[in-house]
Nanobody, 122 residues
Framework: QVQLAESGGGSVQTGGSLRLSCAAS?????MAWFRQAPGKEREGVAA???????TYADSVTGRFTISKDNAKVTLYLQMNSLKPEDTAMYYC???????????????????WGQGTQVTVSS
């Protein structure tokens, strides 16, 4: 069982920054951030595997950075140049196994955190 706990969400204005954190009980082969806005499907934002290889959604490339602190067993998502369309509940997810599958595919992840809300106002 993997426990995940997100923090760091909040309300910012357009162009602002936030850093999300996900405290994990242990690292898994692949970890990722997803988000879900009201009335929309959950979408992958960024993923990182055990080797540090990262994947980003086109909508956040160049603005968001995923990273992990191995000593603290914590996953981060640095979000810069935030836009109103980034408003959503953000979830941390962990996959037990890696493979040649789309890192931003939610069905491949086994464990999920409770989410942290990000609201960007114009």
């Amino acid at each position: 069982q993997v426990q995940l706990a997100e923090s760091g969400g909040g309300s910012v204005q357009t162009g602002g920054s936030l850093r999300l954190s996900c405290a994990a009980s242990l690292y898994t082969a692949k970890m990722a951030w997803f988000r879900q806005a009201p009335g929309k499907e959950r979408e992958g934002v960024a993923a990182i595997n055990v080797l540090g290889r990262t994947t980003y959604a086109d909508s956040v490339t160049g603005r968001f950075t995923i990273s992990k602190d191995n000593a603290k067993v914590t996953l981060y998502l640095q979000m810069n140049s935030l836009k109103p369309e980034d408003t959503a509940m953000y979830y941390c997810a962990a996959a037990l196994y890696d493979g040649s599958w789309d890192p931003l595919l939610s069905s491949r992840y086994n464990y999920w955190g409770q989410g942290t809300q990000v609201t960007v106002s114009s």
